[in-house]
């Protein structure tokens, strides 16, 4: 099942990296002076086209598909069941780090639940119409710092 995950994600990937690099071609005024319409096309589907759109496609769809509420709101989906049911989020405070290590994302959403400050911690990756959430914690306190890089680094995973 995660085979066919990041198939579809890569298909999904690819479909968009395609469809912005020719409404780009299209788009840009400099490209329709200096050069003929052919020339932007068969540059953008030349031989090195599966390995250059295969690395950037990835990493460029998720920095960019993914918004800071989204993955916060995948955090809290992830995680409101491990929460006292009078749990409150806060959005609008939500941390977000990109990892050195997949998944991409570490999120980090303030909560107070039981009189408690206290946090949903995520590790997200996939792509926004189809996450993939890694970690997903309910803490009655907040990550200290040293631990926040520890997550980044994909070290100590699951031991908060």
């Known amino acids: ?29 400099e490209s329709t002076g200096e050069f003929p319409t052919d020339a932007p096309e068969q540059s953008a589907t030349a031989t090195p086209t599966p390995e250059q759109t295969v690395a950037p496609a990835e990493p460029t769809e998720s920095a960019s ?9 995948i955090c809290i989906d992830a995680t409101v069941s491990a929460f006292d049911p009078d749990v409150e989020f806060d959005a609008s405070g939500v941390r977000v780090e990109p990892r050195t290590v997949t998944p991409e994302w570490l999120v980090l959403v303030p909560a107070v639940t039981m009189g408690y400050s206290g946090e949903a911690q995520c590790t997200i990756g996939g ?22 890089q520890r997550l980044i680094r994909g070290e100590n995973e699951g031991n908060g």
């Open 1 to 29: 099942m995660t085979s066919a995950r990041k198939a579809r994600s890569l298909a999904v990937a690819l479909a968009l990296f395609a469809g912005v690099t020719l409404a780009g071609c299209a788009a840009s005024p």
């Open 65 to 73: 598909a993914f918004t800071p509420s989204a993955l916060a709101q």
């Open 127 to 148: 792509s926004p119409t189809d996450p993939d959430v890694d970690m997903a914690a309910a803490s009655i306190e907040r990550l200290p710092e040293e631990q926040i």
